[in-house]
């Protein structure tokens, strides 16, 4: 990720300078390295300048919201992304996953409380040493690296997505409940919805179809397992 000397670089971006500055605060008090951008398109050419671990992100802006910027970054890259919004509409957390966030938090929220999204979101980012890839047919996971393959074409997933998958081919036998699912793939311990859930599974059946490959099976009235046609 970075250096020993801070856990992460984190970009804060929001139109509220109130809010960018608690934010930053409290980030900065765990050690984090903290940059700020008042809009969509500041917080883009921020990106493009510099490294970042992870983007905390508000959808509703001027110039460029937070959905449209979510949707630039997965084109070009996979830094894991928190979305901030003041609405607690179930739509728009599932856009916001259906666009490649890999979490959401309601404002008004507690500083601890996203300060422990933030950590749990770059653990999972984190791979276990040096575990064997997994395989399905033509697709490769690789745990040390957090990429994706079919043959030598790199799948670009969020950290959530590579660990729902990641999840189904180590347990290439089992049926999963989307409840198990979301624990394997969050491992923090709180509520995911069943909806939230089925949207990590259609992006990721949206990047492997185009590859002609489809690993994941529907199981209804349980969850999802994985294929056997691999």
Same mark, same amino acid.
Not at 40 to 57: K, P
Not at 169 to 193: C, H, I, M, T
């Given at each position: 990720m970075n250096s020993a000397s801070a856990p992460g670089r984190i970009l804060v971006v929001d139109d509220d300078a109130r809010l960018r500055e608690v934010v930053r605060y409290a980030l900065a008090r765990e050690g984090f390295e903290v940059s700020e951008a008042a809009d969509g398109e500041s917080a883009w050419s921020s990106l493009q300048r510099g490294a970042t671990d992870l983007v905390v992100l508000d959808i509703h802006m001027p110039r460029l919201d937070g959905f449209a910027l979510c949707r630039r970054l997965r084109e070009h890259s996979r830094v894991p992304v928190l979305l901030l919004s003041a609405r607690t509409d179930e739509v728009d957390r599932v856009l916001g996953f259906d666009l490649g966030a890999d979490d959401y938090v309601?404002?008004?929220?507690?500083?601890?409380?996203?300060?422990?999204?933030?950590?749990?979101?770059?653990?999972?980012?984190?791979?276990?040493?040096?575990?064997?890839?997994?395989?399905?047919?033509?697709?490769?996971?690789?745990?040390?690296?957090?990429?994706?393959?079919?043959?030598?074409?790199?799948?670009? +997933?969020?950290?959530?997505?590579?660990?729902?998958?990641?999840?189904? +081919?180590?347990?290439?036998?089992?049926?999963?409940?989307?409840?198990? +699912?979301?624990?394997?793939?969050?491992?923090?311990?709180?509520?995911?919805?069943?909806?939230?859930?089925?949207?990590?599974?259609?992006?990721?059946?949206?990047? +492997?179809?185009?590859?002609?490959?489809?690993?994941?099976?529907?199981?209804?009235?349980?969850?999802?397992r994985l294929g056997t046609r691999g």
């Amino acid at each position: 990720m970075n250096s020993a000397s801070a856990p992460g670089r984190i970009l804060v971006v929001d139109d509220d300078a109130r809010l960018r500055e608690v934010v930053r605060y409290a980030l900065a008090r765990e050690g984090f390295e903290v940059s700020e951008a008042a809009d969509g398109e500041s917080a883009w050419s921020s990106l493009q300048r510099g490294a970042t671990d992870l983007v905390v992100l508000d959808i509703h802006m001027p110039r460029l919201d937070g959905f449209a910027l979510c949707r630039r970054l997965r084109e070009h890259s996979r830094v894991p992304v928190l979305l901030l919004s003041a609405r607690t509409d179930e739509v728009d957390r599932v856009l916001g996953f259906d666009l490649g966030a890999d979490d959401y938090v309601t404002k008004p929220f507690s500083t601890r409380e996203l300060v422990g999204r933030v950590k749990a979101i770059l653990r999972r980012g984190r791979p276990d040493p040096d575990p064997a890839d997994l395989c399905w047919g033509t697709l490769r996971l690789s745990p040390t690296q957090h990429r994706a393959w079919v043959h030598d074409a790199e799948v670009r +997933l969020t950290v959530t997505e590579f660990r729902l998958l990641a999840a189904l +081919l180590q347990r290439p036998d089992r049926a999963l409940g989307r409840g198990e +699912l979301a624990e394997l793939a969050y491992g923090d311990g709180r509520f995911v919805s069943d909806r939230t859930v089925d949207s990590h599974v259609r992006r990721i059946r949206a990047k +492997l179809r185009p590859h002609d490959l489809d690993p994941i099976e529907t199981v209804h009235g349980i969850g999802f397992r994985l294929g056997t046609r691999g």
